[in-house]
C-alpha cells in the first residue's frame, strides 16, 4: 500500500498585529489595523478589530469608518523578519521538506520524520509549544495527508488552534467544505460556482469530470479531484523557486493614481523583507503585474538594476498608462538566476 504523506500546514495568528501586540501589551485587548496613511491599506488586523469588519487588504479609511478607534501601527518589516527566521528555524528542526508561502505561514512534510513515533499531530503540537517559547507568539496547524486538506485544517481551529483530518472516515466531512477553500477559486470562479448551485465540497461532487471541464475548462479535472479530498501537490522547497512575488487584492476597484502607487510601495516593502530569506540568490528580472476590474491582467518586467521603489513605479506607470482603466489586484516581483554561477550575496534596501 503506497505510504500515505503527512502534511502540516502552519499559519501564525494575526501574525503582524501580534508581534505589535507582543512588543506593546497596551495594545492587546484595542482594535489594531497595521498599516497608515488615509491613502494606504492594511496589511493586517487583529481579533479585536475583526470584529468591526476591519479586513486584511481594507482601504484605511474605510477601515476607520467601521471602526473609528482603531489603532493604526506602522507596519516594520524588520521585526516581521526577525520573528520570522525564528519560526523557520522550529520548522527545519523537524524536517528539511518546508515550503514556505509567506513570512508566516509554510507547509511541512514530515512523513518522514521520527519524532514522537512520527505522529504528525504531536510533531505539531511540539512545533507551536517551540514557536510560542522562542517568539512568543502562537499559530495555527492543520495535519492531513495532502496540501489541500492540511491548509483548511488550520482555519478551523483559530487562533492558536490545532486540527487533523486524516485518511479514514473523512468523506462525509469534507462534504460540508465551502468551495473557496479550493487553491485557485476566486471570486469570479465562486460567483460561476454559486450560479450552477455550487457552494459546497458536496455540490462538486455531483458533476462529473467532463462536465467539470465544460463549465470549467483545464481547472475542471482538479476541482473533481480536489472536492473529493484528492491533492497530488507535493510540498516544494525554496531551493526550488523560480522567483518571488507579493500581490495586493484590494476590496473595491480603483482607479486613483495615487492610492495605486500606495499600495505599490507596501507590496514592494514586503516583498523586500521576504527576500531577506533569499539572499545567496541572484536575481535577473524585476517585475509589476496588473489585474484590471474585468480580471484582463498583464506584467512588465526589466532586468535587475536594483530593488529601489522607483524602479517599481516606472514600470507600473508604464503599463498603466497604456490602460488607465480600474484595477482590482497589484503585485511586484523578481525572477532569480536558476544558473549557480550567478548566485551571490545580496545587499538589500532596508524596508520602511
Not at 506602522?74 to 526577525?82: A, E, I, L, M, S
Not at 469534507?174 to 465562486?190: D, E, N
Not at 513605479?313 to 511586484?332: M, Q, S, T, V, W
Not at 550567478?342 to 545587499?347: D, E, G, N, R, V
Request: aromatic share 10%; proline share 3%.
Amino acid at each position: 500500500m503506497e505510504l500515505k504523506r503527512k502534511i502540516i500546514h502552519f499559519d501564525m495568528d494575526y501574525f503582524y498585529a501580534q508581534v505589535e501586540e507582543r512588543d506593546n501589551p497596551a495594545l492587546k485587548n484595542l482594535p489594531v489595523g497595521i498599516g497608515g496613511g488615509k491613502r494606504g491599506v492594511l496589511c493586517t488586523s487583529n481579533y479585536v478589530a475583526r470584529k468591526y469588519g476591519v479586513k486584511s487588504a481594507m482601504p484605511t479609511f474605510m477601515a476607520l469608518n467601521k471602526c473609528p478607534d482603531l489603532v493604526l501601527v506602522r507596519p516594520n518589516f524588520q521585526k516581521y523578519k526577525d520573528a520570522s527566521a525564528k519560526i523557520f528555524e522550529v520548522f527545519h528542526e523537524f524536517t528539511d521538506k518546508v515550503e514556505g508561502l509567506s513570512l508566516d505561514e509554510a507547509y511541512l512534510d514530515v512523513t518522514e520524520c521520527s519524532k514522537h513515533n512520527n505522529s504528525a499531530t504531536l510533531i505539531a503540537k511540539e512545533i507551536k509549544q517551540k514557536i510560542f517559547e522562542r517568539t512568543g507568539l502562537t499559530g495555527s496547524a492543520g495535519v492531513s495527508y495532502n496540501k489541500l486538506l492540511a491548509k483548511i485544517s488550520s482555519d478551523l481551529n483559530k487562533p492558536n488552534g490545532l486540527f487533523t483530518l486524516g485518511p479514514h472516515g473523512h468523506d462525509e466531512v469534507i462534504k460540508s467544505f465551502p468551495v473557496t477553500k479550493i487553491w485557485g477559486v476566486g471570486a469570479k470562479t465562486a460567483k460561476k460556482m454559486k450560479s450552477l448551485g455550487i457552494v459546497s465540497f458536496g455540490d462538486l461532487q455531483t458533476f462529473s469530470k467532463l462536465e467539470l471541464e465544460e463549465h470549467f475548462g483545464s481547472f475542471g479535472p482538479s476541482l473533481y479531484l480536489y472536492s473529493r479530498g484528492i491533492d497530488f501537490r507535493e510540498v516544494k522547497t525554496e531551493r526550488e523557486r523560480k522567483s518571488l512575488s507579493v500581490e495586493n487584492t484590494f476590496f473595491e476597484d480603483i482607479d486613483d493614481y495615487q492610492r495605486l502607487e500606495g499600495y505599490l510601495e507596501k507590496v514592494v516593502e514586503e516583498m523586500t523583507a521576504r527576500l531577506e530569506r533569499h539572499k545567496d540568490r541572484a536575481f535577473k528580472t524585476i517585475y509589476v503585474k496588473l489585474k484590471h476590474s474585468d480580471f484582463t491582467q498583464t506584467t512588465i518586467e526589466e532586468p535587475y538594476e536594483s530593488l529601489d521603489i522607483e524602479k517599481f513605479k516606472n514600470l507600473f506607470r508604464r503599463r498603466f498608462n497604456e490602460r488607465r482603466a480600474p484595477l482590482r489586484l497589484i503585485g511586484a516581483g523578481v525572477k532569480f538566476h536558476s544558473d549557480a554561477r550567478f548566485s551571490k550575496q545580496l545587499i538589500l534596501p532596508c524596508c520602511g
